[in-house]
């Protein structure tokens, strides 16, 4: 196991630490010793995990309680840390929706660009230039698989998740040289609020637990261009690659995706 306090301390920044990946982000970073700034909307909850985190691994943890969506969410944070050294920033709060395109208003959907998209360039344009004059830091892009992939029913929220695959890449080679290791995190299907209530046992992957997603992450930081947790997810990202054209991938998500949609509204 790497020395991650060393690397990327002393503060770490994981957005959207109030449940799932975020959250096993926050213990696994506590339990290395690393500080933590936890942001997201809930900041109840937030509270909650720091003085638990706090307790039990004598780190320092501050939260932001923030909607990344919102215009001028950086001063919120930027007053909060601007006297830290944030050596970490995991960029992984995001929306997802799954439904016939038409059906959702304009605005949901410029809401998951505020949020999935804008968000992250924001807070990587803050923070990565202290970085780089430290010469050393993080910054940890959670995508998905479905970021390698053409998907119908939740088209938008794909389309995002290739932009942080194609951004997190390019950081990863730009950065490597000035110390900070960009990296981009795809998970496949995950047991998290995320996923709750969603029927996808037509589907050939398995829900995996945050726990492994997030060690794999952890365990790829600083020696990977991306990580993809999970044999059968790391299959279809190659089957995608390699085997299926982009036609054929689609065609096949578009019929998964299909049966989802259908069980939500039933
Ligand atoms: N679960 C999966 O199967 C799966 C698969 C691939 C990729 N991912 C990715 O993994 C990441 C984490 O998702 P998850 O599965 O852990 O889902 P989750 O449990 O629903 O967590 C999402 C987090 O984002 C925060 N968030 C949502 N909207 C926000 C906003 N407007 N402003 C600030 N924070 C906001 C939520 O906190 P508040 O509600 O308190 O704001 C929550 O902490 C996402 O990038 C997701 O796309 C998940």
Excluded: C
């Amino acid at each position: 196991m790497q020395n991650l306090k060393e690397k990327y301390g002393p503060w770490a920044l994981i957005t959207g630490s109030s449940s799932g990946i975020g959250a096993e982000f926050a213990n696994q970073l506590a339990a290395q010793g690393l500080n933590l700034v936890l942001v997201a909307r809930r900041e109840d909850r937030l509270k909650t995990m720091a003085a638990r985190l706090e307790e039990e691994f004598s780190i320092k943890v501050l939260t932001v309680g923030a909607d990344l969506s919102k215009p001028d969410f950086i001063k919120t944070i930027n007053h909060k840390t601007s006297d830290l050294e944030i050596g970490l920033l995991i960029n992984n709060a995001a929306m997802m929706y799954i439904n016939n395109y038409l059906d959702a208003p304009i605005e949901d959907e410029l809401k998951l660009i505020d949020l999935n998209i804008k968000a992250p360039a924001i807070l990587t344009h803050h923070f990565a230039g202290k970085m780089i004059q430290r010469k050393k830091g993080g910054i940890i892009y959670v995508a998905s698989t479905l970021g390698y992939m053409g998907t119908p029913y939740s088209s938008a929220y794909a389309a995002s998740k290739a932009h942080e695959v194609s951004k997190g890449e390019g950081l990863h080679y730009e950065f490597k040289s000035k110390g900070v290791d960009a990296m981009v995190l795809s998970p496949g299907l995950t047991r998290t609020e995320m996923t709750d209530g969603l029927d996808f046992s037509h589907m050939p992957m398995k829900l995996m637990e945050t726990e492994d997603v997030v060690r794999a992450a952890l365990k790829g930081l600083g020696k990977k261009s991306q990580v993809i947790p999970g044999g059968m997810n790391k299959m279809m990202a190659w089957m995608s690659k390699r085997i299926m054209s982009r036609d054929m991938i689609t065609n096949m998500m578009g019929k998964m995706m299909k049966i989802s949609v259908d069980k939500a509204a039933a």
